[in-house]
């Protein structure tokens, strides 16, 4: 059974929920082992806030490529049909040869870092023509002033919850839900490796 995906619970947690969110969209509630979910949360919210309290700036970059590296492990010992490859800089961005959209169309997961009024991580789970579609943990009601051509969506609860336009993401500038500059960029793709397709399934889906 899949579950619905869940929202942050504080605000700098946005890190281990986007972790766990890309692991209740490719598998199966019953396929979860807890020690995987001990461990994302073990190994995120690692940044300490200016008055020195842990986990008061969230998760780091740093964390996130150990944990992808973590989940790659635990998926080559056979502990679970999970993949995961971690990207940064230049290898973060949308369009031909994109490996972030490359993993959507493969039936992947993207966990990525965008800017929300500050860095912020979301789950990327597919694509329109003109759009991501992403489950963004922050919960929010009402449409944003400053992208209103986001489309907030609220009836597919274990995939998404927004579609925002391709354009919005490979903005260097700090603004709604852009990669930002190049050397800041970073995303983590994740399988189930039982359902993605490969590249021979990806071209006749695409044909």
């Known amino acids: 059974m899949k579950v619905p995906l869940r929202f942050q619970m504080s605000e700098y947690d946005c890190g281990p929920t ?4 890309a692991i209740s969209f490719l598998f199966e509630r019953e396929e979860i082992p807890p020690e995987l979910i001990r461990n994302i949360m073990l190994y995120c919210l690692d940044c300490y806030g200016p008055d020195g309290i842990s986990g ?3 998760t780091s970059c740093t964390a996130m490529m150990f ?12 502990r679970l049909s999970i993949s995961s490859r971690y990207l940064s800089g230049h290898q973060v961005f949308l369009g031909p040869c994109s490996p972030v959209e490359d993993a959507l169309r493969r ?3 993207v966990v990525a870092r965008v800017f929300f009024d500050e860095w912020h991580y979301v789950l ?3 694509m329109e023509e003109d759009a991501i579609l992403l489950f963004d943990p922050y919960y929010r009601e009402f449409p944003f002033p400053q992208g209103p051509d986001v489309r907030i969506i609220r009836d597919q609860p274990c995939r998404c919850n927004r579609a925002v336009p391709r354009r919005y993401f490979d903005r260097a500038e700090l603004d709604l839900y852009s990669f930002g ?7 983590v793709l994740l399988f189930n490796e ?10 006749e ?3």
């Open 67 to 78: 944990l992808s590296n973590w989940l790659q492990g635990f998926g080559e010992v056979g």
């Open 56 to 58: 008061k700036r969230g």
């Open 18 to 21: 986007a972790m766990l969110n």
């Open 107 to 109: 039936r992947g997961a």
């Open 205 to 207: 889906y695409i044909i």
């Open 181 to 187: 500059p190049v050397e800041t960029r970073e995303a």
């Open 124 to 126: 990327m789970t597919g």
């Open 194 to 203: 039982r359902s993605r397709l490969t590249e021979h399934a990806t071209v």
